[in-house]
């Protein structure tokens, strides 16, 4: 970090200061104490054309973190209202398994929550060495700033070189808070990860509405902290012979919480199109609302959900919890039918790691096809209805 230094020692008119700033970053107080707002560019000018030694640019010398002393891959597991752990925690297990694999390091799991203490084995299975609980009355719920306390205190007893959150909305919200107390990077939905042999994680994540795949280090700061959605890493195959140990935390001492919980609801269980093994999906090549009927009778022919692009969720003809894509959901289904789809890179975000992609368009030269796995080139509203007849 960079910034500019003001010596008021060295002022003698306040009117020569005063309109120096092309941004208006100068800011001189009634009581003649002057301050660089956030408006400054560092653009230098003031150093350069204000009144000799006033301005100074300083260069913040950067302190790198020892890496030597953090060590290891914590994944966070999220507790949901329902008291199991989200589903993406398998996923980054098995993510921060492979990465530990390589670099030789341990992969721990911290969970955070009330009565924790209930099939635990299972995530040394997935590829957990050790799991870390921090278990009291107090975290029945989750409340982020309790949460973070809790984060802040495990990070300076273990110091984790990575911590791999899920892309959820509780994560979400943790990550970043937890990120800017110690001062630390944070890559918010990475879809791929890699590690360094002197342990810097490699974090890539599409950037520019999906147009370039950004590779962000953090060389100097740990721990390193990574966000990364559902459905995007696999799972491992569990390892029924993997043990592991588990350690019960202490609360710290001083745990601050200033948000008061007055109620909480459950939202009813609704199957998202994430879990789903099969999907139609439907892009703009549907002409009006009412003949998403036909590729709805479709879905549920093949006992599969209707998702859509996000043409149609601009067009209020869906919810938008039905949205594939950079801006939707991530989606891994066994069997995905893209109807009416033209492939873009925002879309295709969504969708790459599903099994078998079906699509049905009338450009044979449209970029869906390029990651079908079979394309029927063709009119969606004569191809569907012969699909219709053929399931019976
Ligand atoms: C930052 C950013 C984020 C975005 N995020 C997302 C996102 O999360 N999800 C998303 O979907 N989009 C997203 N977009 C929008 C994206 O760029 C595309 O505009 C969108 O995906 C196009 O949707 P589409 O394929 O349904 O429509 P179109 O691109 O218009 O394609 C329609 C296709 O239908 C075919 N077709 C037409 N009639 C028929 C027919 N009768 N039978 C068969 N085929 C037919 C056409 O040949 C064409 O290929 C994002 C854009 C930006 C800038």
Known sequence: MAGIIVHPEKIISYADIENLCPFGAIEVFPDQTVQINAGCRLCKVCVRKGPEGVFEYREEVISAANKAEWQGITVYGEICPDKTVHPV????????????????????????????????EDFFHYGADTIFLYDHPILEDFQVERYAGIMEDYVAKQKPSVILIGGTPSGRSLAPRIAARLKTGLTADCTQLDMQPNSDLDQIRPAFGGNIMAHIRTPYHRPQFAT?????????????????????????????????????GIKPKIKNIEDMDILVVAGRG??????????????????GDLACTRPLIEAGWMDARKQIGLSGRTVKPKLLIACGISGSVQFAAGIKASEMIISINTDPDAAINQIANIAVIGDLYSVIPALLEKLG
């Open 286 to 303: 549907i002409k009006k609302k009412e003949d998403l009927a036909l590729l709805r009778r479709l879905s549920e022919r093949l006992g």
């Open 89 to 120: 925690a398998y996923e980054l297990l098995g993510k921060a398994r492979e990465l530990a694999d390589k670099v030789g390091c341990k992969v721990c799991l911290l969970l955070i929550g009330n009565h924790l203490n209930q099939n635990l």
């Open 228 to 264: 990364v959605r559902y459905k995007i890493f696999s799972a491992m195959e569990p390892d029924l012979s993997r043990k592991g140990d588990l350690i019960f935390c202490a609360l710290p001492e001083k745990l601050q919480c200033r948000s008061r919980q007055l109620e909480i």
